[in-house]
Nanobody
Framework: QVRLVESGGGSVQPGGSLRLSCAAS????????IGWFRQAPGKGREEVSC????????YYSDSVKGRFTMSRDNAKNTVYLEMNSLKFEDTAVYFC??????????????????????WGQGTQVSVSS
């Protein structure tokens, strides 16, 4: 199972930027997709962005499209989430995850969150004035 460690969270004013990092214990060949998710207090976990390692496609939720950019550095086994034009509603704990061990599909990006099973510990992002 892939081990994931997120970093880069913090506090920022509306309109500001942050870059999150997710370091994976395994290389790209060991998982089909890796995604960024977030969970705000009292809400369910939401998929924000996801990269399929099978076809290099990238998924973004409508709420972050045009503001967030996901990228990866295969040499470092690390993916990033560049977050710009941050809003109050972006406040949440951000997690990265790969598909669960039982996943048998082609690409879990944009699908049910419960298809992802290897989660990091999360990093807090707070947007406030």
């Amino acid at each position: 199972q892939v081990r994931l460690v997120e970093s880069g969270g913090g506090s920022v004013q509306p309109g500001g930027s942050l870059r999150l990092s997710c370091a994976a214990s395994a290389g790209a060949l060991d998982y089909n997709a890796i995604g960024w998710f977030r969970q705000a207090p009292g809400k369910g976990r939401e998929e924000v962005s996801c990269i399929s390692t099978r076809d290099d496609s990238t998924y973004y939720s409508d709420s972050v499209k045009g503001r967030f950019t996901m990228s990866r550095d295969n040499a470092k086994n690390t993916v990033y989430l560049e977050m710009n034009s941050l809003k109050f509603e972006d406040t949440a704990v951000y997690f990265c995850a790969t598909e669960g061990d039982g996943y048998t599909g082609y690409n879990p990006c944009g699908g049910p969150v419960d298809e992802f099973g290897s989660w990091g510990q999360g990093t807090q992002v707070s947007v406030s004035s």
